[in-house]
């Protein structure tokens, strides 16, 4: 067994100042930034992530949500780095029933929910919640039922600025299965939020529904263009031709 002692020591080991200063700056980590207060090591994604796929498969729950509630940015990461390998070797494989290891699949996307709010960075959200929650949702449960996906809809009416943006990003894991329902429907959730990070969120995962059905985009965009923000539109359109971009942004 690896604890979050060791893990958090090794981290620790590798920490640099100067990655430490940048990396603070890029997180808005100061006074009133959604950021704010979190501490870095220094370490990059790939130093990480090293890490985890040392520990990974040998390191428990109850360890994991120790690195969860650290203060260090790059060990929350860490720990849901491991979750995301826990839920891959969850999955089953071709000639599988499809219920294989649906009991661990569901003790793992509730344990990530519980400790949702650990992911307190635009980072730690986008890295996790698509392998974790989003792959819990594309399997079925013991029963074999399929896992509600109204979680979504109640984290995205979440007062967590990071509950909202797992509802949104989770999707991109439907979106790949090109099932598109999920998120045109908390797109909607959270059209009219107040940040900047949601409004990015829901513009690449619409981008992301388009690249796969440009005409379902197209029909959303004509319907909701006009009230959504001009960061979510602009980032919706970015893989459309100039020409239609500049369709969307006079519409």
């Known amino acids: 067994m690896t604890t979050a002692r060791e893990i958090i020591s090794t981290l620790q080991s590798m920490a640099d100042d ?30 990480t992530r090293s890490i985890v796929k040392m520990a990974r498969g040998n390191v428990p729950l109850d360890e994991i949500s120790s690195l969860l509630h650290s203060p260090w940015h790059e060990a929350r990461l860490c ?18 029933h499809p219920t294989v290891h649906a009991d661990r699949r569901d003790e793992i996307a509730r344990f990530f929910l519980r400790h949702a709010r650990c992911a307190n960075n635009w980072d730690l959200v986008d890295l996790s919640c698509g392998y974790i929650l989003g792959t819990w949702l594309l399997h079925p449960l013991g029963d074999g039922s399929m896992p509600s996906r109204e979680i979504l809809d109640r984290l995205a009416t979440s007062e967590n600025l990071w509950e909202q943006r797992i509802a949104i ?20 959730t959270l059209l009219h939020h107040p940040h900047d990070l949601i409004h990015k ?7 992301e529904v ?4 440009i005409d379902l985009l197209r029909s959303y965009l004509t319907e909701h263009c006009h009230s959504m923000s001009r960061t979510t539109l602009r980032y919706a359109i970015e893989k459309m031709s100039a020409t239609e971009r500049t369709h969307w942004l006079n519409f």
Do not use: C, H, N
């Open 169 to 188: 990003v989770s999707t991109i894991t439907l979106i790949r299965e090109k099932q598109f329902a999920d998120t045109l429907r908390i797109a909607t």
């Open 79 to 96: 720990g849901l780095l491991l979750l995301v390998e826990e839920m891959k070797s969850a999955i089953p494989k071709k000639r599988e």
């Open 210 to 213: 388009g690249k796969r059905d």
């Open 18 to 47: 100067r990655q430490r200063i940048i990396l603070s700056r890029f997180f808005k980590t100061g006074k009133g930034q959604y950021g704010e207060g979190d501490k870095f090591l220094g370490l990059k994604v790939p130093q």
């Open 201 to 207: 969120a829901v513009g690449w995962m619409l981008r």
